[in-house]
Protein backbone atom coordinates (compact mmCIF):
# COMPACT_ATOMS: atom_id res chain seq x y z
CA UNK A 1 0.00 0.00 0.00
CA UNK A 2 1.51 3.60 -0.79
CA UNK A 3 -0.46 7.30 0.07
CA UNK A 4 -1.30 8.88 -2.93
CA UNK A 5 -2.64 12.23 -4.69
CA UNK A 6 -3.54 11.16 -8.07
CA UNK A 7 -6.20 12.21 -10.38
CA UNK A 8 -7.89 10.02 -12.92
CA UNK A 9 -9.89 9.97 -16.50
CA UNK A 10 -11.22 7.84 -19.31
CA UNK A 11 -10.58 10.35 -22.07
CA UNK A 12 -11.23 8.18 -25.19
CA UNK A 13 -12.71 4.55 -26.16
CA UNK A 14 -11.25 2.23 -29.30
CA UNK A 15 -12.91 -0.80 -30.85
CA UNK A 16 -10.09 -3.32 -31.30
CA UNK A 17 -11.05 -6.14 -34.01
CA UNK A 18 -8.85 -8.82 -33.66
CA UNK A 19 -6.89 -10.44 -36.32
CA UNK A 20 -7.27 -13.77 -35.29
CA UNK A 21 -11.24 -13.52 -36.09
CA UNK A 22 -12.42 -12.98 -32.94
CA UNK A 23 -15.43 -10.90 -31.92
CA UNK A 24 -14.76 -7.03 -31.37
CA UNK A 25 -14.41 -5.21 -27.86
CA UNK A 26 -14.13 -1.86 -26.58
CA UNK A 27 -11.07 -0.65 -24.51
CA UNK A 28 -10.96 2.38 -22.57
CA UNK A 29 -8.34 4.95 -22.47
CA UNK A 30 -7.32 5.31 -18.58
CA UNK A 31 -4.84 8.42 -17.75
CA UNK A 32 -3.56 8.68 -14.25
CA UNK A 33 -2.09 12.21 -13.47
CA UNK A 34 -0.06 13.52 -10.16
CA UNK A 35 1.34 10.99 -7.63
CA UNK A 36 4.43 12.22 -4.85
CA UNK A 37 6.29 12.98 -8.30
CA UNK A 38 3.64 14.33 -10.75
CA UNK A 39 3.34 11.79 -13.11
CA UNK A 40 1.16 11.14 -16.43
CA UNK A 41 0.47 8.00 -18.45
CA UNK A 42 -2.38 6.32 -19.78
CA UNK A 43 -3.11 2.84 -20.31
CA UNK A 44 -6.11 1.05 -22.23
CA UNK A 45 -8.02 -1.15 -20.23
CA UNK A 46 -11.11 -3.46 -21.22
CA UNK A 47 -14.17 -3.83 -19.50
CA UNK A 48 -13.39 -7.15 -17.81
CA UNK A 49 -10.33 -5.87 -16.42
CA UNK A 50 -12.78 -3.10 -14.63
CA UNK A 51 -14.58 -6.31 -13.31
CA UNK A 52 -11.59 -8.32 -12.26
CA UNK A 53 -10.12 -5.16 -10.41
CA UNK A 54 -13.64 -4.67 -8.67
CA UNK A 55 -14.00 -8.29 -7.67
CA UNK A 56 -10.88 -7.98 -6.06
CA UNK A 57 -10.88 -4.77 -4.32
CA UNK A 58 -14.59 -5.36 -2.53
CA UNK A 59 -13.09 -7.92 -0.41
CA UNK A 60 -11.00 -5.55 0.79
CA UNK A 61 -12.38 -2.05 1.03
CA UNK A 62 -16.56 -1.12 -0.08
CA UNK A 63 -16.50 -0.54 -3.94
CA UNK A 64 -19.21 1.31 -5.87
CA UNK A 65 -20.88 -0.34 -8.02
CA UNK A 66 -19.49 -1.26 -11.11
CA UNK A 67 -21.78 -0.08 -14.36
CA UNK A 68 -23.61 -3.16 -15.49
CA UNK A 69 -22.45 -5.32 -18.01
CA UNK A 70 -24.77 -4.95 -21.48
CA UNK A 71 -25.60 -7.71 -23.81
CA UNK A 72 -27.94 -5.41 -26.43
CA UNK A 73 -26.63 -2.56 -28.33
CA UNK A 74 -23.11 -2.74 -26.58
CA UNK A 75 -21.09 -1.06 -29.58
CA UNK A 76 -23.50 1.44 -30.03
CA UNK A 77 -21.66 4.63 -29.92
CA UNK A 78 -24.11 5.99 -27.12
CA UNK A 79 -24.00 3.26 -24.86
CA UNK A 80 -19.70 3.10 -24.95
CA UNK A 81 -19.87 6.86 -24.38
CA UNK A 82 -22.39 6.32 -21.14
CA UNK A 83 -20.34 3.44 -20.32
CA UNK A 84 -17.11 5.63 -20.38
CA UNK A 85 -18.29 8.22 -18.25
CA UNK A 86 -19.76 5.61 -16.02
CA UNK A 87 -16.69 3.72 -15.45
CA UNK A 88 -14.66 7.00 -15.18
CA UNK A 89 -17.12 7.87 -11.78
CA UNK A 90 -16.49 4.49 -10.79
CA UNK A 91 -12.60 4.85 -10.88
CA UNK A 92 -12.76 8.05 -9.22
CA UNK A 93 -14.99 7.25 -6.48
CA UNK A 94 -12.68 4.14 -5.63
CA UNK A 95 -10.20 6.69 -6.10
CA UNK A 96 -11.78 9.31 -3.30
CA UNK A 97 -12.40 5.92 -0.79
CA UNK A 98 -8.97 5.11 -0.71
CA UNK A 99 -7.98 8.36 -0.62
CA UNK A 100 -9.72 8.95 2.52
CA UNK A 101 -7.58 6.01 3.99
CA UNK A 102 -4.89 7.76 2.67
CA UNK A 103 -3.82 4.00 1.09
CA UNK A 104 -3.99 2.51 -2.45
CA UNK A 105 -4.88 -0.73 -2.05
CA UNK A 106 -1.82 -3.11 -3.63
CA UNK A 107 -4.54 -3.79 -6.57
CA UNK A 108 -5.57 -0.88 -7.53
CA UNK A 109 -1.92 0.61 -8.13
CA UNK A 110 -1.82 -2.40 -10.74
CA UNK A 111 -4.09 -1.63 -12.35
CA UNK A 112 -3.29 2.29 -12.52
CA UNK A 113 0.21 1.24 -13.00
CA UNK A 114 1.43 3.36 -9.95
CA UNK A 115 4.75 3.26 -8.92
CA UNK A 116 5.98 0.93 -7.05
CA UNK A 117 3.32 -1.42 -9.53
CA UNK A 118 4.32 0.54 -12.63
CA UNK A 119 6.15 -2.00 -13.85
CA UNK A 120 3.29 -4.20 -16.02
CA UNK A 121 5.31 -6.63 -17.53
CA UNK A 122 6.59 -7.96 -14.55
CA UNK A 123 3.24 -7.12 -11.93
CA UNK A 124 0.58 -7.81 -14.66
CA UNK A 125 2.25 -10.82 -17.12
CA UNK A 126 0.99 -13.87 -14.51
CA UNK A 127 -2.63 -11.88 -13.93
CA UNK A 128 -3.05 -11.43 -17.80
CA UNK A 129 -2.01 -15.26 -18.49
CA UNK A 130 -3.86 -16.57 -16.05
CA UNK A 131 -6.99 -14.70 -17.17
CA UNK A 132 -6.19 -15.45 -20.90
CA UNK A 133 -6.24 -19.04 -19.99
CA UNK A 134 -9.04 -18.74 -18.10
CA UNK A 135 -10.78 -17.12 -21.28
CA UNK A 136 -9.50 -20.14 -23.42
CA UNK A 137 -11.17 -22.57 -21.10
CA UNK A 138 -14.58 -20.42 -20.59
CA UNK A 139 -14.95 -19.65 -24.25
CA UNK A 140 -17.33 -22.60 -25.11
CA UNK A 141 -18.53 -23.48 -21.55
CA UNK A 142 -22.31 -21.93 -20.97
CA UNK A 143 -22.47 -19.54 -18.32
CA UNK A 144 -25.62 -20.78 -16.70
CA UNK A 145 -28.13 -23.97 -17.49
CA UNK A 146 -30.77 -23.40 -20.24
CA UNK A 147 -33.73 -21.97 -18.19
CA UNK A 148 -36.34 -22.41 -21.13
CA UNK A 149 -37.18 -25.79 -22.54
CA UNK A 150 -40.76 -26.12 -24.77
CA UNK A 151 -40.99 -29.66 -26.03
CA UNK A 152 -42.35 -30.37 -29.84
CA UNK A 153 -45.48 -32.44 -27.99
CA UNK A 154 -47.24 -29.47 -26.88
CA UNK A 155 -50.25 -28.97 -29.12
CA UNK A 156 -49.73 -25.70 -30.81
CA UNK A 157 -51.78 -23.14 -32.72
CA UNK A 158 -51.88 -19.54 -33.52
CA UNK A 159 -53.51 -18.61 -30.08
CA UNK A 160 -51.75 -20.22 -27.51
CA UNK A 161 -47.95 -19.60 -29.76
CA UNK A 162 -48.47 -16.05 -29.33
CA UNK A 163 -49.39 -16.10 -25.30
CA UNK A 164 -45.97 -18.81 -25.02
CA UNK A 165 -43.82 -16.42 -26.73
CA UNK A 166 -45.49 -13.39 -25.09
CA UNK A 167 -44.77 -14.68 -22.26
CA UNK A 168 -41.02 -16.04 -22.41
CA UNK A 169 -40.19 -12.56 -23.54
CA UNK A 170 -41.75 -10.53 -21.23
CA UNK A 171 -39.82 -12.88 -18.53
CA UNK A 172 -36.25 -12.40 -20.18
CA UNK A 173 -37.35 -8.80 -20.33
CA UNK A 174 -38.02 -8.56 -17.09
CA UNK A 175 -35.04 -10.53 -15.73
CA UNK A 176 -32.55 -8.29 -17.84
CA UNK A 177 -33.74 -5.10 -16.55
CA UNK A 178 -35.10 -5.32 -13.31
CA UNK A 179 -38.20 -4.47 -13.97
Known sequence: MI???YTISIDNTRTIEPKNGDEKYTVYQVTVRGGPIPTFH???RRYREFESLHTRLSSNIAVPQLPRKVLL???SAKLVEQRRQLLEVYLNDVLKRCQQQTVMPEELG???QIPPYDDENQLNQKDRLEQDSYDDEMK???EHAPCISISDYYPWNN????LIVDS???GLMCSM???
Open 3 to 5: SMP
Open 42 to 44: TMD
Open 73 to 75: HRR
Open 110 to 112: RFL
Open 140 to 142: NVL
Open 159 to 162: DNRE
Open 168 to 170: IIS
Open 177 to 179: YDM
